[in-house]
């Protein structure tokens, strides 16, 4: 079944307004609801997909789009962007230390120390709100933008169920399987025993199942004739996503903190999608590409210097104030969150800034430094995949082991109360929440990578998936 763009458009947005309506009328059950309609969606069409024969995919090509666009000279072949496999690289680096940096702020992840007030926990989630407000964006922008030409050479039945084989695959596993191993291991570390939680959970894989979504709308709609647009300029995205944050608040106050799996957080479903599909507009249009006229390396010759200073003078600020008021409170039960002045210039702005400009930072520093490709990066970057599904194992076995070098070291011990997973107990001193972030971090994200990369190696079949 294939749609006009406009209908495709008509059609997806009224099924995803309508959910998002429902989950803002009565969030309690349709968190669920959309929980339940993901997981059915990925573990049917994964099967289905397995299952059926292929087809002849000559008997249903994919129609090839012409590139229509303005260039002072038109290559003859495509660039090839090696950066875009090694900023892959580094975002999948800072998704680990990321949650690395939850575990140790008391809240965020799976299973987390350091719950009170502290200088480490001021500086890690001033750190946390800056990365949570970009770093998946970009990843849906990349994942979009290889998707045009994924399309055009498998033809429609093929192009999903590739997708399907190696998205909906490691989804289920994780859902159903990895996600009960992983459990007993951080509420062992807990002290709550092995518990077994039979609630299927895809963790971060929520990201995998979203990009099918978005994946198969893309193949359902007609392509036929192209997509053209110039890109947007870094006032144009200021001004879009001033927009779009202000409806990203709404949603978080209103939807109940996740849908279908997705965190609702700063930078998430309204600028998943926005970046989703400007990658694969910015495919089509070669907005990537040295010569396009217009395009991000022209933006960026023209704007790199004030969008470096706002993104340091805004990060230093952010950090900076956040150690400060946590500094001037000691000892006093403060909240962040009913802090105003924080939530305007640091939540609220820091958002739309790192939203609107990170991207055109990441892409032109990435271009111009690390656009590239040998051995190494080679290693790295087939990894990144594998490692972005098995890193919670790591990270969560990271710091248990830190919990108990602690309590070996110091004879304190840390209380997890009944059912929970974080930790209130106050440790000796905040050095050990620093040093133990650092360590633990710096061992997480080496063994994650090695782990993944001799895996791949070893066990058969792994490489035509991750």
């Given at each position: 079944?294939?749609f006009?763009?406009?209908?495709?458009?008509?059609?997806?947005?009224?099924?995803?307004?309508?959910?998002?309506?429902?989950?803002?009328?009565?969030?309690g059950?349709?968190?669920?609801?959309?929980?339940?309609?993901?997981?059915?969606?990925?573990?049917?069409?994964?099967?289905?997909?397995?299952?059926k024969?292929?087809?002849?995919?000559?008997?249903?090509?994919?129609?090839?789009?012409?590139?229509?666009?303005?260039?002072?000279e038109?290559?003859?072949?495509?660039?090839?962007?090696?950066?875009?496999?090694?900023?892959?690289?580094?975002?999948t680096?800072?998704?680990?230390?990321?949650?690395?940096t939850?575990?140790?702020?008391?809240?965020?992840?799976y299973?987390?120390i350091?719950?009170?007030?502290?200088?480490f926990?001021?500086?890690?989630?001033?750190?946390?709100?800056?990365?949570?407000?970009?770093?998946?964006?970009?990843?849906?922008?990349?994942?979009?933008?290889?998707?045009?030409?994924?399309?055009?050479?498998?033809?429609?039945?093929?192009?999903?169920?590739?997708?399907?084989?190696?998205?909906?695959?490691?989804?289920?596993?994780?859902?159903?399987?990895?996600?009960?191993?992983?459990?007993?291991?951080?509420?062992?570390?807990?002290?709550?025993?092995?518990?077994?939680?039979?609630?299927?959970?895809?963790?971060?894989?929520?990201?995998?199942?979203?990009?099918?979504?978005?994946?198969?709308?893309?193949?359902?709609?007609?392509?036929?004739s192209?997509?053209?647009?110039?890109?947007?300029?870094?006032?144009?995205?200021?001004?879009?996503?001033?927009?779009?944050?202000?409806?990203?608040?709404?949603l978080?106050?209103?939807?109940?903190?996740?849908?279908?799996?997705?965190?609702?957080?700063?930078?998430?479903?309204?600028?998943?999608?926005?970046?989703?599909?400007?990658?694969?507009?910015a495919?089509?249009?070669?907005?990537l590409?040295?010569?396009?006229?217009?395009?991000?390396?022209?933006?960026?010759?023209?704007?790199?210097?004030?969008?470096?200073?706002?993104?340091?003078?805004?990060?230093?600020?952010?950090?900076?104030?956040?150690?400060?008021?946590?500094?001037?409170?000691?000892?006093?039960?403060?909240?962040?969150?009913?802090?105003?002045?924080y939530?305007?210039?640091?939540i609220?702005?820091?958002?739309?800034?790192?939203?609107?400009?990170m991207?055109?930072?990441?892409?032109?520093?990435?271009?111009?430094?690390?656009?590239?490709?040998?051995?190494?990066s080679?290693?790295?970057s087939?990894?990144?995949y594998?490692?972005?599904?098995?890193?919670?194992f790591?990270v969560?076995?990271?710091?248990?082991?830190?919990?108990?070098?602690?309590?070996?070291?110091?004879?304190?011990?840390?209380?997890?109360?009944?059912?929970?997973?974080?930790?209130?107990?106050?440790?000796?001193?905040?050095?050990?929440?620093?040093?133990?972030?650092?360590?633990?971090?710096?061992?997480?994200?080496?063994?994650?990578?090695?782990?993944?990369?001799?895996?791949?190696?070893l066990?058969?079949?792994?490489?035509?998936?991750l």
């Open positions: 079944m294939t006009s763009k406009s209908t495709s458009k008509k059609v997806f947005f009224s099924v995803l307004t309508a959910l998002v309506l429902a989950q803002c009328a009565v969030p059950i349709m968190i669920y609801v959309g929980c339940s309609l993901i997981l059915f969606f990925v573990t049917f069409s994964t099967i289905w997909f397995m299952c024969k292929p087809s002849d995919p000559t008997l249903d090509p994919a129609p090839l789009l012409p590139t229509t666009t303005s260039h002072k038109k290559p003859t072949k495509s660039e090839r962007l090696y950066y875009l496999d090694n900023l892959k690289i580094f975002l680096i800072i998704v680990i230390f990321h949650h690395q939850c575990s140790f702020v008391g809240a965020g992840w299973f987390n350091g719950n009170y007030t502290s200088s926990q001021a500086f890690g989630n001033a750190l946390l709100g800056m990365n949570q407000s970009y770093f998946m964006c970009v990843f849906f922008f990349i994942s979009g933008y290889f998707t045009p030409t994924s399309f055009e050479k498998k033809g429609r039945e093929l192009f999903l169920r590739d997708k399907f084989k190696r998205l909906g695959i490691p989804y289920m596993l994780f859902a159903y399987v990895l996600s009960l191993v992983l459990g007993t291991i951080y509420q062992s570390f807990a002290g709550h025993g092995a518990t077994l939680n039979p609630t299927p959970n895809p963790g971060p894989l929520w990201f995998v199942g979203w990009l099918l979504v978005f994946n198969y709308a893309y193949a359902c709609t007609d392509h036929s192209p997509t053209i647009m110039p890109t947007p300029t870094p006032f144009q995205m200021l001004g879009w996503t001033f927009g779009l944050n202000i409806l990203q608040f709404v978080i106050a209103l939807m109940g903190g996740t849908f279908a799996f997705m965190p609702l957080t700063l930078g998430s479903l309204p600028f998943d999608i926005m970046y989703f599909y400007g990658g694969c507009i495919k089509r249009n070669k907005w590409e040295t010569g396009t006229e217009g395009g991000v390396v022209e933006i960026m010759d023209k704007h790199r210097r004030w969008i470096y200073a706002v993104i340091v003078v805004h990060s230093v600020y952010n950090i900076s104030y956040c150690m400060y008021y946590q500094q001037t409170h000691v000892g006093e039960d403060y909240d962040m969150e009913k802090n105003n002045f939530l305007g210039t640091c609220f702005v820091g958002t739309w800034l790192f939203i609107a400009l991207l055109f930072a990441q892409l032109d520093i990435f271009r111009n430094h690390f656009n590239w490709t040998g051995k190494w080679k290693i790295l087939g990894a990144s594998t490692a972005y599904i098995v890193h919670p790591f969560c076995t990271a710091t248990g082991v830190f919990i108990k070098v602690y309590e070996a070291t110091t004879g304190q011990h840390l209380v997890f109360e009944d059912g929970k997973t974080d930790s209130e107990t106050v440790l000796e001193s905040d050095a050990w929440l620093w040093g133990g972030w650092a360590v633990c971090s710096l061992v997480s994200v080496p063994l994650t990578f090695f782990f993944s990369h001799w895996f791949r190696e066990c058969p079949g792994a490489k035509q998936i």
